[in-house]
């Protein structure tokens, strides 16, 4: 089955780069995607990359995908104090009908 | 203009009532879902139905039924409520390979 695992907590000062890690079992995933949560609200989508890509730019977001080690990095350059939320990473299954999300990773930016 | 409007926002109640919490959304997406997200923020699908049909239902107990007069609305009505269905019920929807549209959310506390 699908299993995407994620690290806990991440702390960063403002101005610097964020990293957030995940790995993911499921060798047939399609999509791989990164998802926002702020305090008391839904899931803002960040961005996506198709699994046969191995990296993706987006303004300041820098998304890597390593499909034979199955991790997927998100990058967060010049990190601001609004960034501080819950990041989740997810894999959607090759029939396309559902998303496997991880535990979610707490970024905590410093100014 | 809401993409994917859920209500209540806020549902209180105690053990053994029935409820239901309703989900529309204005994207044309053909793909409804229903999340749960339990207070350590996991999130895991309970439902998926695509163009009014049942496609998922993730081992979610019978209590939980999902109903979709049209593609554009999936509502959930849960009987015999029970402390551990306490959780953060998310509505989503989807078209194609793009991601989840996700809803606001709706805080549901049985006491």
């Known amino acids: 089955g699908e299993d995407v695992e994620q690290s806990l907590f991440l702390s960063v000062r403002e101005g610097d780069s964020s990293v957030i890690n995940c790995t993911y079992t499921?060798?047939?995933?399609?999509?791989l995607y990164w998802y926002k949560q702020e305090p008391g609200a839904g899931l803002q989508l960040l961005t996506y990359?198709?699994?046969?890509?191995d990296m993706k730019q987006d303004q300041r977001l820098t998304v890597l995908l390593n499909k034979k080690d199955k991790h997927l990095s998100l990058r967060i350059a010049d990190t601001q104090t609004g960034d501080s939320a819950i990041y989740f990473c997810?894999?959607?299954?090759?029939?396309?009908?559902?998303?496997?999300f991880g535990g979610g990773t707490r970024v905590l930016v410093k100014p | 203009d809401t993409a994917v409007s859920q209500t209540p926002k806020y549902l209180v109640t105690q053990m053994g009532n029935d409820k239901s919490i309703k989900c529309e959304q204005n994207?044309?997406?053909?793909?409804m879902y229903w999340y749960k997200q339990d207070s350590k923020k996991f999130l895991k699908i309970m439902f998926s139905?695509?163009?009014?049909?049942?496609?998922i239902n993730e081992t979610v107990p019978n209590r939980f039924s999902p109903k979709s007069p049209d593609k554009a609305h999936l509502n959930l009505h849960i009987n015999s409520l029970e402390l551990g269905d306490s959780a953060v019920y998310f509505c989503?929807?989807?078209?194609?390979?793009?991601?989840?549209?996700f809803g606001s959310g709706t805080r549901l506390t049985v006491v």
């Open positions: 989503a929807s989807s078209q194609g390979r793009g991601g989840y549209t």
């Open positions: 499921d060798s047939s995933s399609t999509y």
């Open positions: 990359i198709f699994s046969n890509m």
């Open positions: 997810a894999e959607r299954d090759a029939a396309g009908n559902k998303l496997t």
């Open positions: 994207l044309g997406h053909d793909t």
């Open positions: 139905y695509n163009n009014k049909e049942l496609i």
